[in-house]
Structures are given as structure tokens and as C-alpha cells.
């Protein structure tokens, strides 16, 4: 799996992307760990493509993936190439419509953008690199970004405040710290960002859990560090958030990928590197 990360340069705010080449021409079936963010996933592979499996039905090809999707596979066979790109929750609701829900589940791009996710596409295909690839990506989102308003600061900060804790943080407290009722805050954030605020806490948490378990942790400790209030308990977040045993996540591959594609928001915070690099993941 080769694995390409853009240029420090050409970031946006709240948002990461990562190009995947996979060469190996065989069967690929990877169990999708739950993020606290939405992915926009383009499939740029030729042939059959690539195939989301939630919920008892299948989604193929370009897809957006809410937050808390559940049991999630993606599958495919031969060589292919994704481009993914995840939005913290903030960002997300500045760049598709509020009014199609994606909490939960998958939804196919064109569903999300009609006739803008054929030509971004048609558009990412023909580029000659991966870099000329994040720069179109760049360019779309960022005049997404300035077309839409962006959520409420205190539901902004919120956000921030729980990433920021790992998820252990009180909803009590964010509503003193951002001068709103508890009532409030709940509805503006769930509205805004699709989630409730302590929901996103036990998301955070869970992903904290997750990158702990991958670096090979031991559950025990895992329950302890993320403020579980045992191993049970880690269990059973595990289990709702990814539909598999910390065992399984500890070995997930889509995990392992994370210190490579994702360095800035890895458990280590390790330095960002542009280029490509190759992994073997079996």
C-alpha cells in the first residue's frame, strides 16, 4: 500500500486528506474503525471498485461516512486508488448541507453533491499526481468553506474543548465556559454538527482508546488511561463504535496506517512527512 499525504502548505483548516495506491491484486476486506470525523472517500480505482458494506446494504464507489457508521467494511479486489478525506465535525458542517443526514451511516458522494461529485471526480482521475490531486481537492472545499456560514463559536469551542480532553470532559462545564444552558448547547450542537455532546465525548474517548490498543496496549491499561471504568466497560464502546473486540481493533490495518496518513491527529503526534510512502499491511 503506498500512502501519500499533501504539502503542510496546502491544508485547510479542520480538514486532512491522504492518497492510497493499493497494488497487491488480491481480495481486500478492511474492517473501517470509527473516527471523530466525516470521510469523503473517492474511489479512484478502475473496474468493479470499491464497496462499502453497513447496515445490511452496500454503497459502491465514492461515498461520504457520517460519524458513528457502526460496523463498517470496505472491500475490494485488485489494484486501486482511494483518496480520503476527513472532516472534524466543524469543518463537515460548513461543507455539505445540513439537511441531508449523515450520522450513522454511508451515503453515496452523489447523493451529497449531485452533479459536482461526477465532475470532481472526472476532474481527480485526470490529474497527474497526487499533488495536483490535493490541490483540486484544496480548491473545492475551499470555495465550499466560503459559501456556507460556519457554526456558532460556543458550539466551535465545544468541539474543541472535548477533542482537546480526549472525551473527558463534563457537558455541565462546556455550557458554564461557553455561558449557555446545558439545553441549549445540546440542541445547537446536535443540530449543527449532528451529535450530541456527549456523544461526541464517548466518540473522542473511544478513538483515544483505539490508537492505544493499535500501539499495543494492553486493554487493561487502555480502560484505565481513557477513563473507562473497566475493561468491561472499554468492551462494550469498543463493540457499539466498531462492532469488534478490542482484540480486533488492536489489529485493525485501517489503524495502522494512521502514524503514515494522519501524523497530525496520531496518538504519538508524530512530525508530518510529504511525499509517499509504502506499507505492507498484510
Known sequence: MEVAVPRPSGRLPGISMAGFHHRAPALVDIAMVAHPSVT????????EGIVHHIHGRRERGSVVVGLLPGDLRATGRGVGQCLQIRFDP?????????SIELTG?????????????EQAEGKLRAAA??????????????????????????????WRRTLASRGRVRVDGLADEVGWS?????????????????????LVRFDHAAH???????????????????????HREV?????????????????????????????DRSPAKNGERILDLR
Not at 40 to 47: K, Q, W
Not at 142 to 156: I, T, W
Request: proline share 5%.
Open 105 to 117: 451511516t454511508v451515503v453515496a458522494l452523489e447523493g451529497v453533491w449531485g452533479r459536482d461529485a
Open 40 to 47: 469523503l472517500l473517492v474511489d479512484l480505482s478502475d473496474g
Open 182 to 202: 446545558r439545553k441549549r448547547l445540546w440542541s445547537r450542537f446536535r443540530s449543527q454538527l449532528g451529535i450530541t455532546p456527549k456523544r461526541a465525548a464517548q
Open 90 to 98: 466543524v469543518a463537515a458542517a460548513a461543507v455539505f448541507d445540513a
Open 239 to 267: 463493540r457499539t463504535f466498531a462492532g469488534l473486540t478490542p482484540a480486533a481493533v488492536a489489529a485493525a490495518p485501517w489503524l495502522a496506517i494512521d502514524d503514515v496518513a494522519w501524523p497530525a491527529s496520531s496518538t
Open 129 to 158: 499526481s497526487w499533488d495536483e490531486r490535493f490541490a483540486i481537492v484544496a480548491d473545492i472545499l475551499g470555495r465550499r468553506l466560503r459559501a456556507r456560514p460556519p457554526v456558532h463559536p460556543e458550539v466551535a469551542y465545544t
Open 212 to 234: 492505544l490498543l493499535a500501539a499495543g496496549h494492553a486493554a487493561a491499561s487502555v480502560a484505565t488511561e481513557s477513563g473507562y471504568v473497566d475493561q468491561s466497560h472499554l
